[in-house]
């Protein structure tokens, strides 16, 4: 089993900036992808961004690419999200995600396919 703890959510203008931190305990070489999802009040969780465990391959959402960079540092089991540009529309509770395996962009956006969850951390902007 592995566990997730997220941490660095908070309340920011729009414009600013935020680092979130997953840190990983247990069986974290089982962890070959993480990523983070969102989920704003009365919609569906989405993926933000993934990321393979030897960091070569990443993956953004449209609507934050150029603004959200996702990378890892395995030796602290820690993977980070460095948030810039902060949008009311990146509202939401953030979640930390770990899967066994990479796959295709359709699998990887499944919140289903995810193994390992943390308990989430909230992200408000304010216009």
């Known amino acids: 089993q592995v566990q997730l703890i997220e941490s660095g959510g908070g309340l920011v203008q729009a414009g600013g900036s935020l680092r979130l931190s997953c840190v990983a305990s247990?069986?974290?070489?089982?962890?070959?992808?993480m990523g983070w999802f969102r989920q704003a009040p009365g919609k569906e969780r989405e993926l933000v961004t993934v990321?393979?465990?030897?960091?070569?391959?990443?993956y953004y959402t449209d609507s934050v690419k150029g603004r959200f960079t996702i990378s890892r540092d395995n030796a602290k089991n820690t993977v980070y999200l460095q948030m810039n540009s902060l949008k009311p529309e990146d509202t939401a509770v953030y979640y930390c995600?770990?899967?066994?395996?990479?796959?295709?962009?359709?699998?990887?956006?499944?919140?289903?396919?995810?193994?390992?969850w943390g308990q989430g951390t909230q992200v408000t902007v304010s216009s």
């Open positions: 995600a770990g899967r066994r395996n990479w796959g295709t962009l359709e699998s990887l956006r499944g919140a289903g396919r995810y193994d390992y």
């Open positions: 247990g069986r974290t070489s089982s962890s070959v992808v």
């Open positions: 990321i393979l465990r030897s960091g070569g391959s990443t």
